[in-house]
């Protein structure tokens, strides 16, 4: 309730830039009504979402990493530049993150690096909140067709959710996995109808 309560930052922005010596291919899950132009980052004039007090925000990106295949896209015979070795090679992406204060009208600039050494390949070596959300992503990609995931089904985000269930205070996560277990029911329903 309190994050709904107090704003702690308004016209929250967030910009992330890949590097594409280590990341061959990206794509945002979600947040496809909430993409800004690139030039409307540094816009103060352009509205944005409110942070609230306790409130988090996660933004997945499905990330094919440069000579790991996997690539969704054909390479292009004419780049738009000359693919060259940048001076941040340990770097994954760099994030900007930009916010007004409350009662303030000129915003503020955050800027971190994200290094690739934090870049953990082993899914389970990731951490248990990341599973879960991964989980949750690979549900609502499911629900919108599945265009990107594969053979991962629904059976796929039960074992992921269940393992990653972990501490579940007002049993979230648990209401989260009886609706996967719903929807996997439906979609087994309705393929047997259709045949």
Not at 54 to 75: I, M, N, R, S
Request: glycine share 10%; net charge negative.
């Amino acid at each position: 309730m309190s994050s709904t309560m107090m704003t702690i930052a308004k016209d929250v922005k967030i910009q992330i830039e890949f590097n594409p010596d280590v990341v061959a291919e990206y794509r945002l899950i979600g947040y496809e009504n909430r993409v800004l132009a690139r030039e409307d980052f540094n816009n103060d004039q352009i509205d944005a979402g409110e942070l609230g007090a306790g409130h988090t925000v996660t933004a997945l990106y499905e990330v094919v990493l440069a000579g790991h295949g996997g690539d969704h896209v054909d390479p292009l015979r004419y780049p738009a530049q000359a693919q060259h070795k940048t001076e941040h090679g340990n770097e994954l992406a760099f994030l900007r993150l930009r916010y007004k204060a409350p009662e303030g009208d000129v915003s503020q600039l955050i800027e971190t690096p994200i290094a690739a050494s934090d870049l953990k390949l082993d899914f389970n070596a990731t951490s248990e909140r990341y599973r879960f959300a991964a989980a949750v992503a690979g549900f609502g990609q499911l629900l919108r067709g599945g265009k990107y995931t594969g053979t991962f089904n629904y059976g796929d985000v039960l074992t992921v959710a269940r393992a990653a269930r972990g501490a579940d205070p007002f049993g979230y996560r648990g209401e989260f996995i009886g609706l996967v277990g719903l929807a996997q029911t439906l979609a087994v329903k309705i393929a047997r109808s259709e045949q």
